[in-house]
């Protein structure tokens, strides 16, 4: 008997550590609206009861439409795949492509409890954040990571957000964020656009992640996104 809990306390720990079990149970956090209040956001993945006895094949998932003419509605999502250029798994050496297991990781268990530390980055344009984004994500967009003399309070507010500062002609790094960037999806190239320019900069590599899947990948998996404004 004594066994039998030991096992089932180990299983239990195990499976509370496992970042995988976070699609599961789902992710406390919380977004800043564009009127500047916080709302509390709960991450999970949404599943209609009704697609869990939906009996899938090859056929219906390869069809032309992939999902087939006998998957209800409710268990599938349409979106443009005709648009912008794919992009590859891994965009510069050093910097980490992840999924949405680590995605959901980085929000609980980093950007969550160290926000001094750790970013979620929507890199695209404001109006396509304001529109949808993940939960607890920071709008930087792509365009803005580059120091432009006209307007040089938009690079003042990446250097803020990410916690660098230029220093005459070179940049101190000592105190730079994690950050973890994304866009629209594996063929949207704001996100890959951003890290290059903050690389060429000299924004350490290992401080820097990639969510190549993006909104396409986030949503069609069916985890909560947010309208910030």
Request: negative net charge; charged residues 20%; hydrophobic residues 45%.
């Amino acid at each position: 008997m004594r066994f039998i809990l030991s096992l089932a306390l180990f299983v239990g720990i195990v499976w509370a550590d496992n970042p995988i079990t976070l699609q599961f149970t789902g992710v406390k956090t919380a977004q800043i609206m564009s009127d500047g209040t916080r709302k509390e956001v709960f991450i999970e993945r949404h599943i209609p009861v009704s697609c869990n006895s939906v009996g899938l094949n090859p056929e219906a998932v390869f069809s032309g439409n992939f999902a087939g003419a006998d998957v209800p509605q409710a268990c599938q999502k349409s979106f443009v795949t005709t648009v912008g250029k794919i992009q590859p798994m891994q965009i510069a050496e050093g910097v980490t492509t992840v999924g949405e297991i680590e995605v959901l990781d980085f929000i609980q268990n980093r950007a969550n409890v160290k926000p001094l530390e750790y970013i979620l980055v929507d890199a695209r344009k404001r109006d396509w954040f304001e529109q949808m984004t993940i939960p607890s994500s920071v709008n930087i967009p792509f365009d803005e990571v580059e120091y432009d003399e006209a307007i040089p309070e938009d690079f003042e507010r990446v250097e803020k957000l990410l916690g660098f500062h230029k220093m005459g002609s070179v940049y101190d790094f000592s105190h730079a964020k994690t950050a973890l960037l994304f866009c629209n999806g594996p063929w949207c190239a704001q996100s890959s656009i951003a890290i290059a320019k903050l690389i060429k900069i000299g924004y350490p590599k290992e401080k820097l992640l990639w969510y190549r899947g993006g909104l396409q990948d986030w949503t069609a998996l069916g985890l909560s996104v947010i309208r910030p404004k």
